[in-house]
């Protein structure tokens, strides 16, 4: 199949998006941009997905949703150098795994908070807000042993597709619910994605939509 076929629907700021535009980046991976800034996009956008959700890759004419599905269709029918899903089916099932904890314990609950937060004040959700803190603690103080191993990466020696939903979860979720300074083998792991240079470019394009942050972005990364 031709790169040149793949059209995403994106928006820079969107942390589900940066995971798939890593995963492009990586690679040098062509593909047709089309920007959630613009107005048309996003009716194209609601015909091939009506959940709405993004981001969403059309590749000839195939529509391809949730950000893992796409990384994993990259990988086999796009493949380049950088094998984000391993050969190896165990070490494959790490990646898996690694993918959907960065996914589920710790975006979620940070999506958790920014959209309570953005919700009229007599319909806000204490008592699930608090609950999405404290399963950032315990997401936080889990993968913190899990890397203390000296592992560079989520699932071991090679970049993979759990970095890529990493990246952009712990970028946010430091931002809505601090990563406590204790949790130095996170600190680290989220700086040495900041200076992995797919990452470095999406957190580039993004900037100029920092004031989208409903919490306010701190001033730094
Ligand atoms: N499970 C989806 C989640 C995608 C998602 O939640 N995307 C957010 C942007 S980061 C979105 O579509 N937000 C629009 C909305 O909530 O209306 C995936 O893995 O791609």
Not at 37 to 61: I, M, S, T
Not at 89 to 110: C, G, H
Not at 139 to 158: F, I, K, S, T, V
Request: aromatic share 12%; net charge negative.
């Amino acid at each position: 199949m031709d790169s040149a076929s793949l059209r995403l629907y994106a928006h820079p700021f969107s942390s589900y998006c940066q995971k798939a535009l890593i995963a492009l980046y990586e690679n040098d991976t062509p593909f047709d941009y089309r920007t959630l800034e613009d107005k048309n996009a996003n009716a194209e956008l609601a015909a091939l997905w009506p959940l709405k959700r993004f981001p969403v890759l059309v590749d000839n004419g195939r529509t391809l949703p949730e950000a893992s599905i796409i990384i994993e269709h990259l990988a086999l029918a796009h493949p380049g150098p950088v094998k984000l899903i391993p050969a190896t089916p165990e070490d494959a099932l790490e990646v898996r795994l690694m993918d959907r904890f960065f996914d589920n314990y710790i975006s979620t609950p940070q999506q958790k908070i920014v959209f309570d937060s953005i919700r009229p004040a007599e319909s806000r959700d204490a008592y699930g807000a608090n609950e999405a803190r404290t399963m950032l603690d315990a997401a936080y103080r889990w993968l913190d042993q899990r890397l203390a191993d000296g592992r560079e990466w989520a699932a071991g020696a090679q970049f993979s597709m759990a970095d890529c939903a990493a990246a952009p979860a712990l970028f946010y979720a430091d931002w809505t619910h601090a990563i406590a300074p204790a949790f130095a083998q996170v600190h680290a792991y989220r700086r040495r994605l900041l200076a992995r240079p797919s990452f470095a470019r999406a957190v580039d394009e993004a900037r100029p939509f920092r004031a989208y942050f409903p919490l306010g972005a701190p001033d730094r990364d």
